[in-house]
């Protein structure tokens, strides 16, 4: 299912942009369920009424050369401002 969502965002996402600009899309049967200003807000507010795994959360861009994260399966992360 996130390969279709993968998929979905890929082929739409400059239709996406007009409609949601620079945010976090939160993508589950090929539709946006959600929008958020940041990644951490998209995966921590979507994780309350979704299951991880079944979601994609990706970043909306205005071009299709802005590089693309993809990450399937559960994934964590841990952001820290490093020295």
Known sequence: MIDKNY???SRNML???KKYG???LAIKDE???EEYDTFDEAIRETNKTEKL???LV???FDSEDESVH????NVSF???SGQ
């Open 7 to 9: 998929e979905y965002f």
């Open 15 to 17: 239709e996406l942009y």
């Open 22 to 24: 620079h945010k976090f």
């Open 31 to 33: 539709k946006v369920i």
């Open 53 to 55: 795994g079944t979601f």
């Open 58 to 60: 990706q970043e909306c």
């Open 70 to 73: 993809h990450f399937q399966g």
């Open 78 to 80: 841990d952001f820290h």
